[in-house]
């Protein structure tokens, strides 16, 4: 990656685009923390079952899909910027959705915007990131990643504050929606404008058309796949794990999603560092073969706190992989960018769905604990292809050195 080498005055807004940018991250990861912890009380309030609520999440889930995939054409044509904002704005809107339903069927509807929304937030942030970091000419994506987890952590603090207040859902989610509008109104006139990242001697790409059947783009999805599969499988069944392998109380196995989620936040915060030492290739190589040592200690463990570690060295070694996932997908030289990651968060993304749905069947058949194997093949997979990260050559420029870039403001 290479600097642009912009003047003083760009220099400074590009400070300022990625203060956004960690705004517009931040905020994302506390509207899905602060819908989360409310899931319980809205279960409650529109009566409906476990069973029912499953449902209903899987239509969010296909709502997020659908704005993914629509994202990326949307995002080369109108551009990141305008893209994120309306998008942001949307999930804020759509965040007192859920408090204002009143059964299943006015559910569904309010998930299935609300997911849509964060779909396309997902891709279009996601694509301003990558323009940053190449405008910066380092690594400065997982930092992104870090804010996100960051603001999770103010949701998910802030909602039991408002639950142990005693707040009604429609108080807390409508509070919630406003910090949304004021931070991503506060923030969009910062952001990059969309650019198109030529070489000077490249061929012009078609907008949609080169990229669909990208080898390249498939490995990336099927390692974010991969990825995402072991990070849901975290998310959804550590604290389980724990409970049932080694007999603890709640609060204690607990502490297991607690731990990944510390050092998965840690990790991010430093991921960035090590990649531009070492190498995207090295963090995801590195990475994932660190995450599947954490697995195998927690497979192997009996005692509480060496299980604990080992969930805290799963969540360092992934903490880095995805960001170098999405960067990579940004910047190939094939197909529109948009489009291109669009495909790759949306891969990613059925790993997250599909990862906890495949451990919870084959708890059918063996215990949870054996089932890590599943997550334990798919990061080493991921290591062997982690090569599919390196950055393309740039082509030969006979009419300018190497070193020179040019950016196409399309928005």
Same mark, same amino acid.
């Given at each position: 990656?290479?600097?642009t ?7 400074r ?5 990625r ?6 991250f931040?905020v ?8 989360? *912890?409310h ?10 079952? @476990?069973?029912t ?29 305008? /893209?994120?904002?309306a ?15 009143a059964?299943? *069927? %006015? ?5 299935? /915007?609300? %997911? ?14 990558v ?27 802030l ?11 429609l ?12 931070t ?9 404008p969309?650019?198109? @990242? ?11 058309a ?18 995402f ?19 603890t ?14 050092m ?7 991921a960035?560092?090590?990649?531009a ?5 090295? *963090? ?15 497979? %192997? ?13 799963? =969540? ?13 997908? =940004?910047?190939?030289?094939? =197909?529109?960018?948009g ?20 451990l ?29 990260v ?9 009419a ?12």
């Amino acid at each position: 990656m290479r600097p642009t080498n912009p003047t003083i005055t760009d220099r400074r807004h590009l400070r300022r685009a990625r203060a956004a940018i960690f705004g517009i991250f931040a905020v994302n990861g506390f509207l899905l923390a602060a819908w989360v *912890v409310h899931i319980p009380s809205i279960s409650d309030r529109t009566g409906i079952s @476990h069973a029912t609520l499953g449902w209903l999440l899987l239509v969010l889930a296909g709502g997020a899909l659908v704005g993914m995939q629509l994202a990326g054409p949307l995002a080369d044509r109108w551009g990141s910027r305008r /893209l994120t904002v309306a998008a942001g704005l949307l999930i804020s809107v759509a965040m007192i959705g859920p408090a204002l339903a009143a059964d299943a *069927v %006015g559910l569904a509807a309010a998930l299935a /915007l609300f %997911g849509f929304g964060n779909g396309a937030l997902d891709v279009s942030m996601n694509s301003q990131a990558v323009h940053a970091e190449r405008a910066y000419g380092r690594p400065i994506m997982s930092a992104f990643h870090a804010f996100f987890s960051v603001g999770g952590v103010v949701g998910s603090l802030l909602g039991a504050a408002t639950l142990a207040a005693g707040w009604p859902p429609l108080t807390a989610l409508t509070a919630a929606a406003a910090i949304g509008l004021v931070t991503v109104a506060g923030c969009g006139p910062a952001l990059l404008p969309h650019v198109v @990242h030529e070489h000077p001697d490249a061929p012009a790409r078609p907008a949609a058309a080169t990229g669909r059947g990208s080898r390249r783009v498939l490995t990336l999805g099927a390692v974010a796949f991969a990825l995402f599969l072991a990070e849901g499988a975290a998310n959804d069944w550590s604290t389980l794990q724990v409970k049932e392998h080694l007999g603890t109380s709640d609060a204690t196995a607990a502490l297991a999603f607690g731990a990944f989620a510390l050092m998965m936040t840690v990790g991010r915060f430093t991921a960035d560092r090590v990649s531009a030492a070492f190498g995207a290739v090295a *963090v995801v190589r590195y990475g994932t073969l660190v995450a599947a040592a954490g697995l195998a200690v927690i497979i %192997g463990s009996g005692w509480v706190w060496l299980t604990l570690g080992g969930w805290a060295l799963f =969540g360092l070694g992934l903490s880095g992989c995805i960001p170098q996932i999405f960067t990579a997908a =940004g910047n190939l030289s094939e =197909g529109a960018a948009g489009v291109n990651m669009s495909r790759v968060v949306g891969m990613g993304y059925v790993g997250l769905l599909a990862g906890p749905a495949l451990l919870g069947w084959l708890t059918t058949l063996m215990p949870l604990t054996a089932t890590l194997l599943v997550p334990l093949v798919f990061v080493l997979l991921a290591s062997r292809f982690a090569g599919v990260v390196r950055p393309a050559p740039a082509p030969p420029s006979p009419a300018a050195p190497p070193s020179n870039e040019r950016f196409r403001s399309v928005d």
